[in-house]
């Protein structure tokens, strides 16, 4: 796809898919260490799916990471289910998996 056709298809993007597409842009240029991010950069998730489970939320997320070679490298795409326990923000990491809610089941108890 050209950047004219890019361009047009902005047009059709609600505001969360535009969210997810910036942020995309901005992981995209750290890993081409085009941008001030990629100095930045110790561990930067990307969320490429969410969706609600229970008392919080599964997201499919990649991270990104600088080498010590100081190249920015990516892992995943993983499963993590982020959650409150006691009034604290808690994230249980879930896998590589094609039925995240039964890990989850099975990992919590």
């Given at each position: 796809?050209?950047e004219?056709?890019?361009?047009?298809?902005?047009?059709?993007?609600?505001?969360?898919?535009?969210?997810r597409?910036?942020?995309a842009?901005?992981?995209?240029?750290?890993?081409?260490?085009?941008?001030?991010l990629s100095?930045?950069i110790?561990s930067?998730?990307?969320?490429l799916?969410?969706?609600p489970?229970?008392?919080g939320?599964?997201?499919?997320e990649?991270?990104a990471?600088k080498?010590?070679?100081g190249q920015v490298?990516e892992?995943?795409?993983?499963?993590?289910?982020?959650y409150?326990?006691d009034?604290?923000?808690k994230?249980?990491y879930v896998?590589?998996?094609?039925d995240?809610?039964?890990?989850?089941?099975?990992?919590?108890?």
């Open positions: 796809m050209d004219a056709a890019l361009r047009g298809a902005l047009n059709d993007l609600d505001a969360g898919a535009l969210d597409l910036k942020a842009i901005e992981y995209r240029q750290a890993v081409l260490d085009v941008s001030p100095k930045a110790a930067t998730s990307t969320v799916e969410r969706r489970y229970g008392s939320v599964l997201q499919l990649t991270r990471y080498r010590k070679d490298s892992r995943g795409p993983y499963w993590y289910f982020h409150r326990e009034g604290r923000q994230t249980l896998g590589n998996t094609e995240p809610e039964t890990a989850v089941r099975a990992k919590l108890g």
